[in-house]
């Protein structure tokens, strides 16, 4: 984008200036003497710099060197420079491949349904190593977790990460206006429809169902969950860790799942309808 003397100053609202190539200056935008105005933009990965001469920053501008490192903090006191203070805001501008990570700290959304969604998105998001017990995904009793439902792969990692107060209030997933029970499952993780995230070196801790899965609810789904810490979950009905159901075969190693409760079957982990993890 460029912007001279004679044209008058732009506003460029709502973009993403990415992987763009200048000579001299002004990879992403460049201005000469009247200053565009910028608002909630991303501008990263351009050469030779993002932007070259005076702008006006308006605020929700993300402006970085590399597109595929995003930076995450809930009060901007742990890294000043982070792009968002909300793991949503970073997982819907990351693509496929990108790392995310997230700084000790808080974090909770209002969208309805849960915390984070992960989009389907082949991306890494994680804490700092060491600091799940600091790195905290707050469902505030009003939402789950983390959900993963358009078809995440083992590429979608999820990682160091602490997941608490989940609670598996309806939402509608699959947009057919009917509370299905699944629907209402998985306090903490919910996994859906040939969704397979890997989630690992996590603590998964506190959360709950009036459904299944108070902790993890694997449905048609078969994450690789490696590392974690499952405790004091529980579910009203199965699965009060872990609820494996409709030939889910999650792959379960080196976690420790312990004090989880359900009302019926599963304290720690259920198995239904052709469902075999390998543990």
């Known amino acids: 984008i460029y912007n001279s003397v004679t044209s008058g100053a732009v506003n460029i609202t709502g973009c993403t200036i990415r992987s763009n190539t200048a000579g001299t200056a002004g990879g992403g935008v460049y201005s000469v003497n009247n200053a565009p105005n910028l608002a909630s933009n991303i501008i990263c990965s351009n050469t030779s710099d993002q932007i070259g001469g005076p702008y006006n920053d308006n605020g929700g501008n993300v402006i970085r060197t590399n597109c595929d490192y995003w930076v ?31 700084m000790p700290g808080t974090y909770t959304d209002t969208q309805d349904g849960h915390v984070v969604d992960m989009k389907g998105k082949a991306i890494w998001l994680h804490g700092l190593e060491g600091q799940a017990e600091s790195t905290i995904i707050d469902g505030q009793n009003a939402r789950r977790g983390i959900a993963c439902y358009q078809g995440e792969s083992a590429d979608t990692i999820i990682a160091n990460l602490m997941i608490t107060n989940g609670n598996s209030i309806w939402y509608d997933y699959n947009d057919d206006d009917i509370e299905d029970f699944w629907e209402t499952s998985g306090g903490g993780i919910i996994c859906y429809s040939n ?54 075969n999650p792959t379960i190693t080196d976690c420790t799942i312990s004090d989880n409760t359900a009302t019926f079957d599963g304290g720690g982990i259920s198995c239904y309808v052709s469902s075999s993890p390998i543990i």
């Open 72 to 102: 995450v903090d809930d009060l901007f006191d742990d890294d000043p420079n982070a792009d968002f203070d909300t793991i949503q805001a970073a997982v819907d501008a990351a693509s496929d491949g990108d790392e995310i990570l997230v």
């Open 195 to 248: 969704s397979n995230p890997t989630i690992t070196d996590s603590t998964i801790v506190g959360n709950n169902t009036s459904a299944s899965g108070g902790g993890i609810r694997c449905f048609q789904s078969n994450p690789i969950i490696t590392g974690c810490t499952i405790t004091g979950n529980a579910a009203d009905y199965d699965g009060g860790g872990i609820s494996c159901y409709s030939s889910s």
